[in-house]
């Protein structure tokens, strides 16, 4: 590759990528707005069945049943991959909004000294989670393990209980 | 001063009216204070400017000044870095993980980095302008280096999101495309310094007119109290603002009880 190839490759390269960054940066202020009608819904709750969507249960009853096959469950399972994917993208956002939430506190005053700290944690550990979760999907789709999906409904659990002290009024 | 002839000159007395349009504009919105370091380097820039403004590029009266000053001007971009890493700092206060020791590796990874990228320059000197290229390693060397650690610097903003002010984004913005463009010049002078050192020159300038355009346009005192992030912003107004959408998601909860 001559030195002026690899220099206009660098150099695209270079703009795609600050470019991305500092628009993502700026418009980052539309993802993640929280209002109280979502904290008054809000609740880890709701994403309780996703824990069950991927049941290996469904799929032995499924398979006892007349006109089974295996195209039949691959649908099925693509099927809840997808579901599952889903439910996946909103609790990301939920995450997201409750760690404005919580920037939002601190900005506020109302926390303590640690509470950045404890809150950069979750962060931390739901991203892992959410990646293996992402990783046990895909493989899944190919019948290959089973998806605990279990962690990432606590870690929604323990960031927003985390908040809830803060938010309780005094 | 002779009239202006080629792309190159055109480029230098723009980047020059932008220079001092820039540090007018922060003058005028009372940034000075504010942007310290950035200042600084807008004032040092336009007094160089002006001091060579008269003499020809290949004359002993432009080069003797063009290299001491050159060291100077690199030290004090890298000022302006360390300052907006201060200011982006500020909006994370109470994070341990972004200690001095950790910034400090930070800037390591980014110059190992920066250096790797250039090992092949450091073989390939021109016997004619030997002295010249060693200061344009140099200056790419660093400039790459600060390049990787606005990079690192905007990846983690993006990662874990907290309110910036939004002229604090701008200049990380307008630094990394300054970074980038000159980094990138420097490689195609320092590889083949007779056939690449003019078109390396434009590139560089014409990265500067487009990063000081953009401070030109875009620099703003609501962007000061505006903040990326979270929907929320710095001033003493929109902070009261905040308080009481918290306080109406108390009396919601009060309500709920």
């Given at each position: 590759?001559?030195?002026?190839?690899?220099?206009?490759?660098?150099?695209?390269?270079?703009?795609?990528?600050?470019?991305?960054?500092?628009?993502k940066l700026?418009r980052a202020a539309d993802g993640a707005a929280f209002s109280p009608?979502w904290w008054?819904?809000f609740?880890?709750?709701?994403?309780?069945?996703?824990?069950?969507?991927?049941?290996?249960?469904?799929?032995?009853?499924?398979?006892?049943?007349?006109?089974?096959?295996?195209?039949?469950?691959?649908?099925?399972?693509?099927?809840?991959?997808?579901?599952?994917?889903?439910?996946?993208?909103?609790?990301r956002e939920d995450f997201d909004r409750l760690q404005a939430l919580g920037q939002a506190l601190i900005l506020a005053g109302k926390t303590d000294a640690g509470f950045q700290d404890k809150l950069f944690g979750q962060r931390l550990?739901f991203t892992?989670?959410?990646?293996?979760?992402?990783?046990?999907?895909?493989?899944?789709?190919?019948?290959?393990?089973?998806?605990?999906?279990?962690?990432?409904?606590?870690?929604l659990?323990?960031t927003a209980?985390q908040i809830q002290p803060v938010m309780?009024?005094? | 001063?002779?009239?202006?002839?080629?792309?190159?000159?055109?480029?230098?007395?723009?980047?020059?009216?932008?220079?001092?349009?820039?540090?007018?504009?922060?003058?005028?919105?009372?940034?000075?204070?504010?942007?310290?370091?950035?200042?600084?380097?807008?004032?040092?820039?336009?007094?160089?400017?002006?001091?060579?403004?008269?003499?020809?590029?290949?004359?002993?009266?432009?080069?003797?000044?063009?290299?001491?000053?050159?060291?100077?001007?690199?030290?004090?971009?890298?000022?302006?870095?360390?300052?907006?890493?201060?200011k982006i700092l500020s909006g994370y206060r109470g994070l341990s993980v972004l200690?001095?020791?950790?910034?400090?590796?930070?800037?390591?990874?980014?110059?190992?980095?920066?250096?790797?990228?250039?090992?092949?320059?450091?073989?390939?000197?021109?016997?004619?302008?030997?002295?010249?290229?060693?200061?344009?390693?140099?200056?790419?060397?660093?400039?790459?280096?600060?390049?990787?650690?606005?990079?690192?610097?905007?990846?983690f903003m993006l990662y874990y999101p907290t309110p910036i002010r939004k002229?604090v984004l701008?200049?990380?913005?307008?630094?990394?495309?300054?970074?980038?463009?000159?980094?990138?010049?420097?490689?195609?002078?320092?590889?083949?310094?007779?056939?690449?050192?003019?078109?390396?020159?434009?590139?560089?300038?014409?990265?500067?007119?487009?990063?000081?355009?953009?401070?030109?346009?875009?620099?703003?005192?609501?962007?000061?109290s505006e903040s990326s992030a979270i929907s929320v912003n710095h001033s003493?107004?929109s902070q009261?603002r905040l308080l009481?959408q918290l306080?109406?998601l108390?009396?919601?909860?009060?309500?709920?009880?």
């Open positions: 590759m001559s030195p002026v190839t690899f220099v206009v490759i660098i150099s695209a390269g270079l703009a795609v990528v600050l470019a991305w960054l500092f628009r700026f009608e008054e819904n609740s880890p709750e709701r994403y309780l069945p996703f824990a069950n969507l991927l049941s290996e249960e469904d799929f032995t009853y499924m398979r006892n049943l007349p006109g089974y096959d295996a195209v039949t469950e691959r649908a099925f399972r693509n099927r809840r991959v997808k579901i599952c994917r889903a439910y996946m993208m909103d609790m550990r892992r989670a959410w990646w293996m979760v992402r990783l046990e999907l895909e493989a899944y789709r190919f019948g290959l393990g089973q998806v605990n999906t279990g962690r990432l409904v606590e870690l659990d323990g209980a309780q009024p005094v | 001063m002779k009239a202006p002839g080629s792309l190159e000159e055109i480029l230098w007395i723009t980047n020059m009216v932008l220079t001092v349009g820039v540090l007018v504009r922060l003058a005028m919105l009372r940034l000075i204070s504010t942007y310290p370091a950035l200042s600084a380097f807008l004032a040092l820039q336009s007094v160089r400017s002006f001091w060579l403004l008269p003499y020809s590029v290949n004359t002993n009266e432009y080069a003797i000044p063009y290299i001491f000053t050159e060291p100077v001007l690199v030290l004090s971009r890298a000022l302006v870095v360390f300052e907006l890493y201060e200690s001095r020791r950790t910034m400090s590796g930070c800037l390591g990874v980014s110059l190992v980095l920066a250096l790797a990228a250039h090992l092949r320059e450091f073989l390939v000197m021109s016997p004619k302008a030997k002295f010249l290229q060693g200061l344009n390693l140099f200056e790419s060397t660093v400039f790459t280096a600060l390049l990787f650690f606005l990079v690192i610097l905007a990846a002229n701008l200049h990380s913005w307008a630094f990394s495309a300054y970074f980038a463009g000159t980094a990138v010049a420097l490689y195609l002078s320092n590889t083949n310094f007779e056939a690449w050192n003019r078109i390396a020159s434009v590139t560089r300038m014409s990265s500067a007119t487009l990063s000081l355009m953009a401070w030109c346009l875009l620099l703003r005192k609501s962007w000061e003493k107004v009261e009481q306080e109406s108390n009396m919601k909860l009060e309500r709920n009880r």
